[in-house]
């Protein structure tokens, strides 16, 4: 079995540092950089960039609101026109950087209350997976399992990798739970651990309340900002290499060559 490992990583705001990126991408798969519209600027994207490049890390760009203030996670209502400009955008920002590094960005993986918004609308879902196809219709869209994203982007034949969370819960309908709850985020590696290799091997979500959601998992994510991202990325890891799974990154996975 192929699984990859994501993290969403060149995140630097007055919310968030960056000081454990360079030791993550000697861990994980893929980055998934932001584009500089929740966190992140042009230097950090240079950076995050030269060292997944020397890593052999695949990079996506990491589109979200532009809202920095609540780093990407207040939910905006915004036009058709204006979602779509702000995917394709991001992209094209992140991609002109990674051409002149001599590399290239090969997915798009939505951030925050954009994400978590997609995964429940399929029209939204359908705007972001159209601007996708806009930019390059060979980037691979990564998008939570069972998600309202992993439909659309399947009906409009975009390449579609499945992730699950290595440090969230879930609820009964396979949405996280809210970061408002204390049951939300899961801050022990082995935990975090233990949660991964279950859902990876029963191809299925793990929800709080114990009930299971068949699905189908291609990567896992791991949050960079979590307290505990470094330790809990290298157990998971770990513990997925003795379990048999091959990782890696999304562009060399069987499925998408």
């Known amino acids: ?49 030269e060292i997944s490049k020397k890593n052999n890390v695949s990079i996506g760009a990491h589109p979200s609101f532009d809202d920095k203030e609540n780093f990407g996670r207040k939910r905006l209502n915004l036009s058709s026109f204006e979602i779509s400009k702000l995917i394709i955008d991001q992209i094209n920002i992140l991609s002109k950087i990674a051409d002149d590094k001599g590399t290239k960005v090969t997915h798009v993986k939505p951030h925050g209350a954009l994400n978590n918004m997609a995964c429940e609308s399929y029209d939204l879902a359908k705007i972001i997976s159209d601007s996708i196809l806009k930019v390059n219709r060979d980037l691979i869209f990564l998008v939570p399992t069972g998600s309202q994203m992993e439909a659309a982007g399947i009906k409009l034949g975009l390449k579609v990798a499945t992730e699950i969370f290595a440090d969230r819960n879930y609820e009964d309908d396979g949405n996280l739970i809210s970061r ?53 990325a290298k157990q998971i890891k770990e513990g997925l290499i003795k379990s048999g799974v091959t990782l890696k990154t999304l562009d060399k996975m069987k499925k998408f060559i």
């Not at 000081?19 to 980055?31: F, Q, R």
Request: aromatic content about 2%.
């Open 180 to 232: 408002s709850k204390k049951n939300a985020i899961i801050t022990s590696p082995e935990v975090a651990e233990k949660h991964v290799i279950k859902m990876v091997q029963n191809q299925s979500l793990n929800c709080f309340s114990g009930k299971q959601i068949p699905c189908e998992i291609d990567s896992v994510c791991i949050h960079g900002d979590g307290e505990s991202a470094v330790n809990t």
């Open 1 to 49: 079995m192929e699984i990859n490992i994501n993290c969403d990583l060149g995140e630097s705001s007055k919310l968030h540092s960056t000081e454990n990126d360079p030791i993550l991408l000697n861990i994980v798969n893929s980055a998934n950089i932001a584009c500089g519209y929740h966190a992140g600027d042009k230097i950090t994207m240079e950076k995050t960039i």
